[in-house]
């Protein structure tokens, strides 16, 4: 059999994204998704190993594992060569609910494109030089709240914390006013790391199983009186939306170019022989209306090297953590990924469609993310979409 894949479909056979689902009294269990339909591997390949409510096992199963299944599927949703070892039981997707797809171990932030940080140096500390000292150094990033990380479709209630409002001595306590997005990807961690020993930048595909679009919700009043001198924490830690399909590196080698030249040189722990970034181009919408197209391939700090960071002192990864690249903005100003940057701070409010201007996030707005890759076989693979609509603040 072969399968037929709607035209423009995200979820060619060069893509594949695994992801965890259920229908109505169901166990959840794993899936990968093509076309409209999605494989269900738990009774297709009779394997333990996909019955589970997670992709953790999968995820620590390491790259030969993962090969030898991406390969067993092509077989099964292809008439190639007549290899195929059965029928792939094949459920609509409009049938089934998608959950979280892996627990979060750890989870870091890094802060890797040039442009948002020279316009967040820009807007925070005006007529000074944007980047810090140590920006063209390292690849900064930051420890989040595993255990605030949700699935797409997750609604988001507006944090409460402490700001100090404009014009005010001292701060107060109550609902966040300037409540942002961050349009990011992420990078799931498959085999875990030996403590103390460092990850060359070079073995970045031996411990990475694939990424995930990510939402890092921030508010910015609240992070912009608590991050001196330590940085985030209650501003950005309340919620952070993944999309449901894991895409594998696999699928995306037909996306790898060349990143932007470091200068100065990095460090020889930061070296990467084979170095690549990814030429995902996001798309960001609010309320239905695209206000933005963040350009990946712009990452100064790459995959490789922010994971060669982040074990440079011993410390290890393990199944399931998660490397989130930071705010993806280019050059231009549609190329923004956060509204801050977007409205300058919120001085020049983006206007809709509708009429409706807006500076930061209300109440019932409606943030979709996606984005969209060149596959090996020449048609576009997507990633799917990361959404999240604002609820009212809890008393």
């Known amino acids: ?11 060619t056979l060069a893509n594949l994204p695994y992801g965890v689902f259920s229908r109505p009294g169901e166990p959840a269990r794993v899936g990968a998704a093509v076309g409209d339909h999605l494989v269900d591997l738990a009774p297709t390949l009779d394997e333990a190993l996909f019955w589970q409510p997670t992709l953790n096992a999968l995820l620590a199963a390491g790259p030969s ?13 292809t008439a190639n060569g007549g290899r195929r070892a059965g029928k792939p039981y094949l459920i609509s997707r409009a049938e089934v609910r998608m959950h979280q797809p892996f627990d979060v171990g750890d989870y870091v932030d890094f802060y890797s494109f040039i442009d948002h940080a020279r316009n967040l140096g820009r807007i925070l500390r005006p007529g000074t030089e944007p980047l810090t000292p140590n920006w063209r150094h390292l690849p900064i990033g930051y420890h989040g709240r595993s255990g605030t990380i949700v699935v797409s479709g997750t609604p988001i209630n507006r944090p409460r914390g402490q700001r100090r409002l404009e014009g005010e001595e001292l701060p107060g306590f109550g609902p966040s006013t300037r409540l942002d997005i961050e349009a990011e990807v992420g990078f799931v961690i498959g085999p875990a790391s030996t403590p103390g020993q460092p990850v060359a930048a070079s073995r970045f595909v031996e411990h990475v199983f694939g990424v995930v679009l990510v939402n890092d919700w921030s508010a910015r009043d609240i992070q912009a009186w608590e991050y001196v001198p330590l940085g985030p924490f209650l501003g950005k830690s309340f919620a952070t939306s993944i999309s449901p399909w894991v895409v594998p590196l696999d699928a995306l080698r037909g996306a790898r170019v060349a990143p932007p030249a470091q200068e100065p040189p990095p460090l020889p722990h930061l070296v990467d022989d084979d170095p690549w970034a990814l030429a995902l181009t996001l798309e960001v919408s609010l309320n239905g209306e695209v206000v933005s197209h963040p350009p990946f391939a712009a990452m100064y700090w790459t995959p490789g090297q922010q994971l060669a960071h982040l074990t440079s002192n011993g410390a290890s990864v393990r199944p399931g953590d998660l490397l989130a690249s930071g705010t993806v903005s280019g050059p231009e100003p549609d190329q923004w990924g956060s509204l801050i940057e977007l409205t300058d701070d919120g001085r020049s409010p983006i206007r809709l469609a509708s009429g409706e201007t807006r500076g930061f996030l209300e109440d019932g707005d409606t943030v979709v993310i996606s984005a969209t890759a060149p596959g090996v076989d020449g048609r576009p693979i997507g990633l799917g979409e990361v959404r999240g609509t604002i609820q009212p603040a809890r008393a």
């Open 1 to 11: 059999m072969t399968i037929e894949i709607p035209d423009g479909s995200p979820f």
């Open 65 to 77: 594992r993962w090969a030898a299944l991406r390969g067993r599927l092509l077989d099964l949703l």
